[in-house]
């Protein structure tokens, strides 16, 4: 099983987290949300620090910067994930971690186009933009976030927009990846067929 690699893509709120956080712990496999590392840059770019140092520091630090999962941050992550050089500071962190022994769950925007195009199993899990918006709309509000659904929906929508259209590892499928479309599918149906997918491919 070593080097085994599942890649995961797909934008905002698709479903790509829950479905890559079922499938490491069903499997035994390692997890990393690679927007995460974005995430982290995109805090100290915020606070002034220059992306590319930040990714540098990152990648020889630990992940624990807070208010990760903010919508400001998320903003900042995809600009700062449009800057060639910041990519390229992070490309060796995730290789190796998709590469490590027992396997390895990498879910982003361009892990199987980009970061691990020879995994053995590659997804590009998608849902409307109005879902994905009622979800993360869902989400914030339980977290006592002040928001509202309108403004959720044009975050989504700029976000996908700039995810989409930049020209270093643009988000988009890999021509051997299985698309899942989440929209109308309850995720537990959702995990269940991508383990199925993985179990046929061990
Ligand atoms: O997945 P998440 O919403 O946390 O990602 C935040 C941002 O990080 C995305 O909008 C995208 O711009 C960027 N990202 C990326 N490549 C990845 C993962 C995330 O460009 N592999």
């Known amino acids: 099983m070593d080097g085994f690699t599942v890649a995961i893509d797909g934008p905002a709120a698709s479903g790509k987290g829950t479905i890559s956080?079922?499938?490491?712990?069903?499997?035994?496999?390692?997890?990393?949300?690679?927007?995460?590392?974005?995430?982290?840059?995109a805090v100290k770019s915020l606070e002034g620090v220059g992306?590319?140092?930040?990714?540098?520091?990152?990648?020889?630090?630990?992940?624990h910067a807070e208010g990760l999962r903010m919508p400001a941050v998320a903003q900042e992550a995809s600009r700062v994930a449009a800057m060639p050089d910041v990519r390229a500071a992070l490309v060796?962190?995730?290789?190796?971690?998709?590469?490590?022994?027992?396997?390895?769950?990498l879910d982003g925007r361009d892990i199987g186009t980009v970061i691990c195009p020879a995994a053995q199993v590659k997804l590009f899990v998608t849902a409307s933009a109005e879902v994905r918006a009622q979800r993360r709309f869902a989400e914030l509000s339980g977290t006592g976030h002040a928001t509202n659904f309108e403004e959720v929906l044009a975050d989504v929508q700029a976000r996908d927009a700039r995810d989409m259209?930049?020209?270093?590892?643009?988000?988009?499928?890999?021509?051997?990846?299985?698309?899942?479309?989440?929209t109308e599918m309850a995720i537990d149906d959702a995990v269940a067929a991508v383990v199925a997918l993985i179990e046929s491919k061990r």
């Open 165 to 182: 259209g930049r020209a270093d590892a643009p988000l988009r499928p890999a021509e051997d990846a299985v698309e899942v479309d989440t």
């Open 51 to 63: 992306p590319l140092q930040a990714a540098l520091a990152l990648i020889a630090s630990d992940l």
């Open 92 to 105: 060796d962190f995730q290789r190796s971690f998709a590469l490590r022994a027992g396997g390895a769950v």
């Open 21 to 41: 956080r079922a499938v490491a712990a069903h499997f035994g496999f390692a997890h990393l949300d690679t927007g995460l590392l974005y995430r982290a840059v």
